[in-house]
Structure formats: structure tokens, C-alpha cells
């Protein structure tokens, strides 16, 4: 297929054909698969659906059925935009689109009778003048104000409904005489339709956004959880795996902390949905403030594990022969903060105070060992003055360098890494060369990017460099640790979480911890 | 104010008034101020407020004068809701909008045509059962359709519109035999509000969706430019400002990358839109993928500045003696990466090639400066075993003893971080003694957090390995930056961007950088 033929454009256009027949064989099997994981990640979205095809066939009933027509009339069909456009997916953000769409009509109503009361004293023309430029003035100033960052966050739907709505009544008025009388009717139908969207979204299998905040916040606590444990195991087990992986979504270490990074949108849109929903107990009121607050240093909490990912995929590498000497203490270290940071999700999960021994002596402990450990080979941090690490590195070039040939009598070409300051002559001179065939563009592009690789690989950094900013940036995390826990606290104390009970305490320990992991990512499809 | 008194009812109101009218009086500076600083941060708000105010004046007219209303009637009404609802705030998304609700009512309303055909020929009885049928079987379907990710991201507008539109027509039908009728002459009106929309979008100060996205790109590169520089600068000159100075949004570092971190789901919409935005030149595409590429990659250069970051307000330190010692070289290297992605930001503003000096021998000089610094300094990296190296932790430790004590004269009460065993032993005890008095919730929460913090001090940790892990993360930008060349260059590629010529490269030289920073941070405030 590869090869370049002279097809005729008859056969061309068979073989579309062909292709676009089997295409078209594959898609309802390829629709089915959609439908299907759709509804399998979060089954309350077919809740959802249903609940619209339902209201929206009641409201049809009020056209359909003869004795309901004759009192409503026309206007029935304004229940029907009223439940496609309010209805929503959670609780919260019904009632906000629901309040601010009955909040712009009514000012929109309220301004649209004032324009008319004074219009109407005068003439014709003057009227048709006078309305003119309060739809252009209007029209100006509300688009203008929904740039101000607070409305902009809160209320830009009713802003949007209050420009549509005066418009509607301010020219409409003009010609007709009755619109008050409109007005009133259509207030009937807009009402019914606020009402069965207010029944199906607060009693009939309701979904709140406060709940998704809540959940999301678990599973984001437990994403850092297993990304940070499966990072540092990572660092110590295999060093050539690691090489030919890129940053694929199947990565678990990548996995586990990209839904924490692009949250913040996320989040605050289920804030402030959750913030118009009811209060969920009579003494607390819904701290979803505080979530966002605790999803911001989540998130900076991620950053610190992105850039601990980053030391797997660097260029300058720590040997592992190395590396092996502070494997424990820092397997252990990594236990103890995954540990952590899964009983804090417990807590929320279970709306509990967290146990007072997250921050026990072990994490001590477990810190403790990794300075030992670092203090115990001293000739590591040395540069590569010294003796033996200058064997480490020579084993270190020389291992690269036969792992090289390797490859290359398994007939792959890979671009040359090479170690020393040859390579980087050797780039130099190149250049010098392309300096004048200035049109040479593509070479250029694919020569300059491996530059810095180069540079960077041809320097002799002290190879302990490397683990001493894993092991730095490991500190850095436990450190950051504090910062959740925090939060986590003043969450607790905010949302009334119950007292811990020593018996809860059970669920820290590893087997438990590992059963509900996985009942967590269940869960975890489930919250999105 | 503080003291609790007993205050009459009356005087209570009383203070409330006067504190309500002191805010009311306040409040239109406030207002005003709000309204300047919107319009000050980018002009085209007003514009666009200008046109939405005026294209619905346009349409007004429609229905305000005499002649034109005879020909159109009522339904002049849908020229005003269709400007209303789809004139936005740039081309690419006013397009967007308009045809997606095209598409949508043209789709429904020939299925609801369909529906009413096979309808009609039954009894009305049955034809309510099946009009209800088709109402709820739709309403349900097309919902469950918007959660499929792939008609979410692109369509989600047109599927609203077309269950808003089948149900309208699909319900009135029943009732109404004209319906073609009032759907032609709907068609008229609507056309004219698309037709108003379009002009004013694309011909009259037209606002791309393109342009924003372009240039938000080129300030995000600037902002990383003058977070790094800004960060290293910190690290080098003054240890004591840093300690006080929190995360605030005047922070130079923090106000450079936080544009970048939270970039995802701005680039991603105005990618979408720029993507229906018509071509800027014939014989290139416009390349608003790579953009959103690009956007990635800078976001994940931008988490290694912030882990650059954390190197600061990290609770171990080097002490300023040691880094003194490579201050030069990492601000050398940082000068030269900072140099690269002005060149990289300068490049795109410019729709040019970069400089093929961006990558020159400079940065790599820079790199191996560095490595000499860190190879003559072998005692540096020593654990604290190591007799200087304790000195220097002595050393270090005196002076921060010192300082807290100053500060404690002063009058200010920190709290005690101390850098040895014993603050943890004393916590520990502390602990022990509250352990049974479980009800003190509130202390618990004060005493926790700090424990790690006082457990990392306590560690004797090599000095060195803070600052080996802020050396070798300035050596992982160097390398990240490869990236960012590469999909830049890539960028360049795909939207044929002008040869490089030697006469532009003077831009990036020192003094001509410093003022188009300045007029780029002009700018960058009209591209938000």
C-alpha cells in the first residue's frame, strides 16, 4: 500500500468506497461501545436522561390534553423551553440556572414596563426613537457588565436571560397593547415548567453537585496517593522500562495525578453549583469554599509529584546500582506519606475526623532513615573528582554505551547520545557547515532540538546530582503533606465531620487500604 | 470596637445605617473603578458591547418601523432573541454558536416534520400517545447523546437547540395546521439576525478567536521567561524576604507561570473556536492544534518552574554562603534560558522562524560553567559528617537562632521551629499528655500540622541536597526547553511562518528585550 501507483481515479474512488462501507459496517458497533461506557462510567447520567424525557413529556401533556389546552392556550409551549433549557445535570446547577433565569425575567420585566410607562405619554415617533436607544443603551451597558469578573462567575446566565427578556417585551410592546395580559399567562406556563424541573431535580433521584465536589476530592487524594508510591517505585525497579515509556495516559503514575492539575475549572464550577444547593444538615453550612481551597493545594501538591516524575524521565540519571543503597528508606518514606494521604481520603469519604496518627513517628522514623542513609555515603554526594565516583560514572558511560550497540545491532538507529564533548564538536562543526544553505529548514529543525540533549549528556554532573533532587523533592512532598492535612482539618471542622473513633483507625492498614482502592476507582468513574 | 458591650437595638440599626449608606457612598467609586479597569484591560469589550448594542437596535427597527413591520410581523421578535443568544465575543465563537444552532433546528425540524407526517394520518388520540411517545424517546436520547465526549466538546449547543426546536414544533403541530407557514416566515427573521451577526462579527472590528489564542501563547512564553529569571534571582540575593513573603499574586514568579498552569481549558475553547474561524491565508491552515500542543508543553515546562519555586519556601535551606558559590554560572544559565524563550515568544509574535542562535554555544557554556562550579566544590556535597559541613550547619543554625531571637525582641511571637531533636521530643510529650483529652479538637489542629515541619527541621540533612536539587532542577528546565523549541518550530512548519533574517535577531540582545517586555506586558493584559 505503501508503494506509489498509478491507480486510475475509478479504482480510487472503489476503494473509498470500500473503505467508507466498512466504516460504515464498524460504526453501530463503534456507537454501541460509546453508549455503553457512557452509561457504565456514571449510570445517574441515564438517570438524567430519563428524567428529561420524562418532563418533557409532561409539559407536552398540557398542549396534548383538551381540558388542560383550553385554560393555558398557546403558552404551553413556554413550559416546554423553560424544562430544555433549566433542567440540568446536578441539583446545584438547576436551581442556579433556574434563579438566575427568574431573576433576569423579572428585572428584565420590571425595567421593560418602566421604559414602556414613559414612552407611552408621548408620540409615536418619539416612542419608537425613545425605545430605540434604551435597546441600544441597555443592550450596551449589560453586554459591558458581563465582563466583570463577579458577575461573570455568578450570574452571567440571568444577565444573558435579562438582555433577551427586555429586549422581547421593550419591542414587542410597541405594537401590541396587551402585554401585560401576555406577560401574565406566560408567567403560568414558565411557572409549571420551573416547577416539574424543581420536582424531578430535588426529589426524584436527585444529584448534587456538593456530593461530585466531595467524591472528586477523595479520588484526587488517592490518585497522589498511588501516583506518588508507583513514581518512587518506579525510580528504584527498573531503569530501562522506564527509558521507553512516554508520558501515556495507561501510565499510572501520570494517571494518578492529571485529574489533580486541571481541576481548577472544574472545580469551581461545582462550587458554586453546590453553593445554591440546600444545606445538607441544620447546623453546618456547606463548606464548599473549602473544597476549592483544599483542591488549590492539592494541586500544588501534584506540581512537586509532576516534577518527582520528571527525575524518571531526565536526561542525567543517577546509576542504579546507586540508587539501590537508599531504596528502603525511601520506599519507606513513600509508604508512609501514601499512607497518609489515603487516610485522609478515608476521613472525607467517611466525613470523619482523621486519625491523630497520620503524622505518627513512622513518617519521624521512616525521615529519619533516609537521612541515615544519606549521611552514611558521604562519597556519593562527592563530584566526580573524587575516585570512586568517577568508577561509577566511567561504569555508568560504558553500560550506556554497550546498551547503545545493543540496540543498534537490533537494527533500530537511534540518535547518538554520546557522553563526551565530541559529539557536541561534531554538532558544531556540522552547523557550521548548514550556517550557509540557509534553505535547508527541515534539517535544521530535526539537527538544533538534540543540542541541549547533548550538552546536557555530554557534561559530567556529579551523578549523584540527580538522586539528590529525587531525594530533596521527596522531602519537599512530606513537607507539602502538611499544607493538605491542613486543609483536610479545617474541612472537618467546618463541615461538623464526626469524631474518630479508634476503631476507624483499622482501615489504615495495608490490606484493608488495598480493598478500598479499588472500591474506589469504581467509584471514582462514577464521580465524574 | 473589640469590647463587648451592651448595645440598644437602636443603636445597633443605627451603626448598621450608617455602615450601609458609608458603603453606598463607596460604592460608585468602586463601580466606576470596576468599569475602567474592564475596558482598561482590553479595549475590545467596549467594542464588542458597542456592536451587541447596536445590532439590536438594527433589529429592532424591524419591528419599530412602519413599512418593515407590515412585511414581517410578529415574528421580528426572533431577529432580536437570535442576536441576543449568538453574536459573541469573538468571530470563531459567534460562528460556532450560529451554526451549530443552524445545524440544530434544521435537523429537528425536519424530524419533527417527519413525525408530524406519519402522525397526521391517524386519529387524534393515537396521534397524542405518539407525539407524546417521540417527545420523551427524543428528549431522552439526544440528552444521553451530549454526555458522549466527542459531541460534548463540539456540539453540545446544536443538540440544545435541536431538542428545543423539535419539541416546540413537534408539540404546536398538534394544535396549529399552519405550521409551515410560521416556520417559513420564522426562517426570514432568523436569517436576518444570523445575517446581522455575521456582518458585525466578521467585518466590523472583527475580534479572532485565532489572534487571542496566538497571543496568549506568546505572553504565557514571556510569563515563564520572567518567573524563571525572577526565581533564580530570589534564590541568589536575599534569604530572608523570601521567608515572609507568602504565595501572593504580586509575586513576580508566581504572577509569570501562574498564567501557564491553569491554561488548559481557556486553550482548549479557543482552539475550538479559532477552528471555525475562515483561514487567514490561502495556502495554510490555520494550526490551532499545534497551539493547544504547544500549550501543553508549556504547562509542563511550567510545573518544573514551579517545583523551581518550592525550592524557595522549602523549610531546609542551603545556607546564602554556599550558594554564593554558584551564584554566577546558574544565573548565567538562567540568563541564557531566559533569552531563549523571549527569542521562542519574539519568533511567534512575529510569525517568524526563531533565531538559529537561540540554542548557541552560550547556554551550553552557561551548562559547563556550572558543572566546573559544582566539580571544584566536592566538600559541598558532603553528608555532615564531614567536619566543614557541620561547621556550615552550625554556622546556619546560630544565624537563624539569632534572627529568631531578634525577632522575638521585637515582640513578634513565631512559632519555635527548632532545628534539633529536642523540639520533637517536647511535641511528642506534649501529644502524650493531650492524647486522653480528646475533646480539645481545637488544639489537635493547631499542634498537628506543624509536626512534619518540626521532624524536617530536626533532620540533619546534607545542606547541599536543597540546593542539588535546585541546580539539577535548572538543568531539567534546559532540557524541557527542547520541547517547547520543538513544537514551536513545529508550530512555524504547519503555519508558514517567514524565514529567519540575520537583522532580526538584534531583538534579543539585553536592552531591546527589556522594552518589549514592558510592551508586551501591555499587551498581554488586552490579550486575556
Partial sequence: MELVMPISAKENLKKNMKAFSEKSKRFPGLLWRTVWRVGRDDPRRVVHALKVGLSLTLVSLLYLLEPLFKGIGQNAIWAVMTVVVVLEFTAGATLCKGLNRGLGTLLAGSLAFLTGYIAEKTGLVFRAVFIGAAVFVIGTATTYMRFFPYIKRNYDYGVLIFLLTFNLITVSSYRVSNVLKIAHERFYTIAIGCGVCLVMTLFIFPIWSGEDLHNSTVIKLEGLAKSIEACVNEYFNDVEKEKTQDKSPEDPIYKGYKAVLDSKSQDETLALHASWEPRHSRHCRYPWQQYVKLGAVLRHFGYTVVALHGCLQSEIQTPQHCRVLFKDPCIR?????????????????????????????????????????????????????????????????????????REKYNGVSLPSFKTDNSALLEWKSKRMNNE??????????????????????????????????????????????????????????????????????????????????????FSSQGGE
Fill in 436 to 521: 550557509h544553505s540557509r534553505s535547508e529548514a527541515a534539517e535544521r529543525k530535526v539537527l538544533r532540538p538534540q543540542l541541549s540533549k547533548i550538552a546536557i549528556t555530554s557534561l559530567e554532573f556529579s551523578e549523584a546530582l540527580p538522586f539528590a533532587a529525587f531525594a530533596s523533592l521527596l522531602v519537599e512532598t512530606v513537607a507539602r503533606l502538611d499544607n493538605i492535612i491542613e486543609e483536610v482539618e479545617e474541612l472537618g471542622r467546618i463541615a461538623c465531620f464526626k469524631e474518630f473513633k479508634p476503631g476507624d483507625e483499622v482501615i489504615v492498614n495495608f490490606k484493608t487500604q488495598k480493598v478500598n482502592v479499588t472500591l474506589n476507582h
Fill in 333 to 405: 518514606v513513600t509508604n508512609e506519606l501514601s499512607k497518609a494521604l489515603m487516610e485522609l481520603a478515608n476521613s472525607i469519604r467517611n466525613r470523619r475526623h482523621c486519625s491523630p496518627e497520620i503524622l505518627s513517628d513512622n513518617l519521624h522514623e521512616a525521615l529519619q532513615d533516609l537521612n541515615n542513609a544519606l549521611k552514611s555515603q558521604p562519597r556519593l554526594f562527592l563530584g566526580s573528582n573524587n575516585n570512586q565516583a568517577t568508577n561509577m560514572l566511567a561504569v555508568a558511560a560504558a553500560h550506556a554505551n554497550s546498551s547503545q550497540k
